[in-house]
């Protein structure tokens, strides 16, 4: 990003100008179109004749480079589960009536095994000084006798897992030695691969510090001397990774059990690692979990808890699958340790399951999760492959979170798409020639109407040009009242005739509380910077003024 405001010159590539390309203008008799000039502010202004409101490319006075081509929604969708609701046809009805009196059964094996793992674990943490709060002071190991007294949760955990179907586990190869692996990562699938794990190996987890105050499930977690971290916090995954690299480094405590994939799948597909098992640089040993089925898909995807356990509760058997591979070392060359350690586990994980790869996130799960709380349809369609976009221009989950409510509310279709009227109504614009333009930036394939996919990269495109910092300060230090230093309601709408817009009272009103982010009837500097970074599409309705150019537009 520059650092200083671009010069006039610097950024002298008018807006409409090359928006008929020659060749497309002879093709159309536009050729010898006439130019008008118009005055503003004693200054001369050059002018330029559109005949559509399609062609041309409003950023030109950014920079020629185009967002990549959108290849529309991707077929995969590692988050849907795969059994029917409530159906499943003749067999899954009979199946469960025949089961139910089994069903009721396992419930009371599983309410009874929590109970005693959870009185198990109360004593084995009786008078364990501040156990609330060790997991965050860099405490030592759990004394031997207390982890003894564990197996008895342990155990309970096994009796816990045959209550809901899984009578038997398959198992191939064998855990590494602890200090030849600390580090376990796995792929996460449903609620039952912690509970395997720590049947198993009884290891340190990292978790959310909300499972804290999870009844029952919060006491046996401490006892498992969680390492606890906030997702959205840098601090707290910062402090977390110091807490795995200590914890790794001492053959004292457990190994340490991670899930970088950071939240479930469906199993069919791999998605992208977060890196904090692999930041420490301590060999890892990568686990992957199937569970083998033909009606009953144990995914926690887009299904709750209850009808989760009660479809478990329901089955004659439930199949699992564990595959211990072969010790993972990190890279060599310490600058590349993380993502290269990280791709390769993910690769020899993939292989292992015979899945592939994904650049989808923990992100794109909270984006479909917000579609489907808002009732879209084929909320699938709204994922965007947020590991491949944070890596591509740094935009982080909460950035994209945030755009998506605006999107939300742009009234997309039932394939997640957005029309041009109803996106720029958001702003209280109608569809004019230069709007257009606007909109066929992101509407790369000219289909007339846009996914968030593509509307979340073009703006990530647009903010990560060069020019672009320096653009919105020009425009700011041309647009603002000398006196003030501010912009008003009434120079943001002269601002726009340069550009040919006309919004109505209204829409001019929403569109300058779109840049009025304080809410203080004025756009400041901070105003119109944040606004910009948020809509950095609508730095093209000020490339008049950075130009020091006026157009006039022929429709």
């Not at 503003?40 to 002018?47: K, L, M, R, V």
């Not at 041309?56 to 609701?85: H, I, K, M, V, W």
């Not at 002269?494 to 550009?499: G, K, N, T």
């Amino acid at each position: 990003m520059a650092s200083t405001s671009p010069s006039p010159t610097s950024l002298s590539t008018p807006l409409l100008s090359g928006s008929v390309a020659p060749a497309r203008a002879a093709a159309n008799g536009h050729a010898n179109a006439n130019h008008h000039r118009h005055g503003h502010d004693d200054s001369d202004a050059a002018a330029s004749v559109c005949g559509d409101g399609g062609g041309g490319d409003p950023f030109a006075f950014l920079s020629e480079d185009r967002p990549p081509r959108d290849r529309g929604p991707s077929p995969a969708d590692p988050f849907r589960n795969g059994t029917p609701a409530w159906g499943g046809g003749v067999y899954a009805w009979a199946r469960t009536l025949l089961l139910l009196p089994v069903a009721a059964l396992r419930l009371a094996l599983f309410g009874v095994a929590i109970a005693i793992g959870y009185a198990a674990t109360w004593v084995a943490l009786r008078g364990w000084a501040d156990v609330q709060g060790r997991p965050r002071e860099g405490a030592g190991p759990m004394p031997a006798w207390r982890r003894r007294l564990m197996w008895i949760t342990r155990i309970s955990a096994r009796c816990i897992l045959f209550s809901f179907g899984y009578h038997w586990i398959r198992k191939k190869g064998r855990p590494a030695p602890r200090e030849l692996a600390p580090i376990v990562v796995s792929n996460h699938i449903s609620y039952i691969e912690p509970i395997f794990f720590f049947y198993e190996l009884f290891p340190t987890i990292v978790s959310s510090e909300s499972h804290d105050a999870l009844p029952f499930v919060g006491t046996i977690i401490r006892a498992m001397q969680v390492i606890y971290v906030d997702r959205f916090s840098p601090a707290s995954r910062k402090a977390a990774v110091n807490e795995i690299k200590r914890k790794a480094a001492c053959n004292s405590f457990p190994r340490v059990l991670l899930f970088p994939e950071g939240t479930t799948t469906n199993g069919r597909f791999l998605i992208s690692f977060q890196h904090g098992a692999f930041i420490p640089g301590y060999p890892v040993q990568p686990v992957v979990v199937r569970y083998p089925h033909v009606h009953f898909d144990q995914s926690w995807g887009n299904i709750s808890l209850l009808k989760l356990m009660f479809k478990m509760f329901t089955q004659f058997h439930n199949f699992m699958e564990v595959e211990y591979l072969p010790v993972v070392y990190p890279p060599e060359i310490k600058q590349e340790n993380a993502l290269h350690f990280a791709e390769n586990t993910n690769y020899a994980m993939a292989r292992a399951l015979n899945v592939l790869p994904t650049s989808y996130s923990y992100g794109d799960s909270m984006i479909m999760a917000r579609a489907v709380e808002a009732g879209k349809a084929n909320c699938s369609n709204y994922m965007v492959e947020m590991a491949w976009v944070k890596d591509m221009y740094g935009v982080n989950t909460a950035e994209a979170m945030e755009l998506l409510e605006h999107f939300l509310a742009m009234n997309p279709d039932s394939d997640g798409c957005v029309k041009a009227q109803d996106f720029w109504a958001h702003f209280g614009l109608d569809c004019s020639p230069l709007c257009k333009k606007i909109f066929h930036y992101f509407d790369y394939n000219i289909k007339d109407s846009i996914t968030f996919r593509q509307f979340l990269v073009g703006c990530a495109h647009l903010k990560k040009q060069p020019l672009f910092q320096g653009a919105c300060e020009t425009a700011f230090e041309k647009c603002r009242d000398p006196e003030t230093s501010d912009i008003s309601r009434g120079q943001l709408a002269d601002i726009l005739r340069l550009s040919m817009l006309l919004p109505s009272d209204d829409g001019m009103l929403k569109l300058f509380n779109t840049f009025d982010v304080d809410g203080d009837e004025k756009i400041s500097r901070d105003d119109f910077i944040r606004c910009l970074g948020r809509f950095p599409f609508l730095i093209a309705f000020f490339a008049a003024p950075i130009n020091g150019e006026v157009y006039i537009e022929i429709v």
